[in-house]
C-alpha cells in the first residue's frame, strides 16, 4: 500500500492520576481520588500501540507533557524553589496543583484537528492544537502540544503546523475528538465532519443544560478555513445535547467513522436525517465506494451502556486485507448488551468483521478508551517516511520504551503525592530521557 491511515498514541506520562478534573466525564467524576498505577497505565496503552502496529498499521508515539507544570503555577503567583512552589501551591490552592498535574495528554484525539494532503489547499498535512479551553487542566497543553508535533511531524515540505485558536469560549475546541473523516482509500479526497456541541456566537441557540458543550461550531469552522478545505467536502453536525447531559462529552463517545463507515448511536446528533443525507451525497460526489451508516439502536445499547463501555470510543482500522476490525476496550466485552451487538455487528455484512479487545482500564478508570489514545493522521508513503523516524512503534523502540517506564515510572500514585517534589525530579528525569530516546529536541519548559 502507498497510503495509510498512521495512529500516533499519547504515552501516558508519570503523573497518571485520578483527581476528577474533568467536569461532564463520567468516568472521570467516579473514579476521583483512586489510587492510579503510572506504570500500569503507560504499559497498557504501549501493549495497545505495539499490538495494533502488529496488525499492520503504521503506528507511531506522541510524548507525554511536562508535569507538574511549575511554569503554570509560577504565572499564578506561586514563587521560590520547586519545593516551595508544591508546598505553597497544595496549601493555598490543592485544586490547582491537581490540574498543573494532570497526565490527560495521553489522550491524544484531543491533542489537534488533522487534515490530509489530499483535502487541503497547499496539499499539505495540517495539524491545529487544540485550545482545550474548557478545562483548566487540558488549557496549558496546547504550546507544548505544538512543539511535540512539530518535533515528530518535522519536514516542512509534506507538513503545515498551526497555532492553536484564540483562548476564548466563543472557539471551543477539542481537537479530533469531535472530527471524523470519510473517504475511498486515505489517501483520495475525503468528506470531513466536524461535531459541535453548541454555536457560541448564536443567541437562544440550542445547547445541554446539565454539562459544557466543549466544541463550538465557530471553532470548527474556524480549523477548516484554516487548513483550506472546501465547503463540498466538509459537514457540520451538532451534537444531541440531550447526549452531552448524560456524559457523553465528546463526539468520540457516540461516534466513530474509518473510510467508507460511520458507526454511531441513533441519539447521537441532531438533525440526523437530514444530516445524514448531506453526508451521503457529498460523499458520492467525492468517494469512489458505497458509504456504510451502521446505527446502533437504543434498545440494544443504551446511551449509559455506550457511555460506560465506550463503545464508541474505540478504534475502527483498516487491516492489509482491507476488512475492518474494531479495537475495543475490554470493558465492551464485560457488559453482556454491548458484547452481544459486537458480536452480532461482524455478522451484518458491513466492512467490519473482527472486533480485537485490549485490556486500558488505567485509561478508562480517568475517561478514556482505545480512541481517545490516539490521533489519526492519514498520509501516503512520502509522507510516512518524513516522519521522525523515532516516534514510530516497532520492536526496538517497544522494548526501549518498556524499559524506560520499567525504570522512572510509580506504580502508586495518591492525590496527595502529587506534592512531592521528588515527583519533579522523576518527571524531568524521565522526559528529559525520553526526548533523547525519540530525538525530539528541547520541547520541554524545563529544558529551555
Known sequence: MDHFEANFDGLVGPTHNYAGLSFGNVASFNNADAISNPKAAAKQGLAKAKAVGDLGLVQGILA?????????????????????????????????????????????????????????????LHFTPANLVDKLHRSIEPITTGRILAATFNDSRYFHHHQHLPKHASFGDEGAANHTRLCGDYDNKGVELFVYGREATKLNAIAPEKYPARQTLEASQAIARLHGLVDEQTVYIQQNPAVIDQGVFHNDVIAVGNQNVLFYHEQAFLNTKEKLAEIQEKFNRTCNRPLHFIEVPTEKVSISNAVNTYLFNTQIITLPSGDMAIIAPTNCEENQAVKAYLDELVTLGTPIKKVHYFDVKQSMQNGGGPACLRLRVAMNATEVAAVNPHTLMNDSLF?????????????????????????IIESRTALDELTQIMQLGNVYQFQR
Open 399 to 423: 522494548t526501549t520504551l518498556n524499559t524506560w517506564v520499567d525504570k522512572h515510572y510509580r506504580d502508586r500514585l495518591s492525590i496527595q503525592d502529587l506534592a512531592d517534589p521528588q515527583l
Open 64 to 124: 507525554p507533557q511536562e508535569r507538574p507544570d511549575l511554569h503554570t503555577l509560577r504565572r499564578i503567583g506561586f514563587t521560590g524553589s520547586d519545593a516551595k512552589v508544591l508546598a505553597q501551591a497544595v496549601k493555598q490552592a490543592p485544586l490547582l496543583l491537581n490540574a498543573c498535574c494532570s497526565a490527560s495528554s495521553m489522550w491524544t484525539a484531543n491533542a489537534a484537528t488533522v487534515s490530509p494532503s489530499s483535502d487541503t489547499f497547499d496539499k499539505k
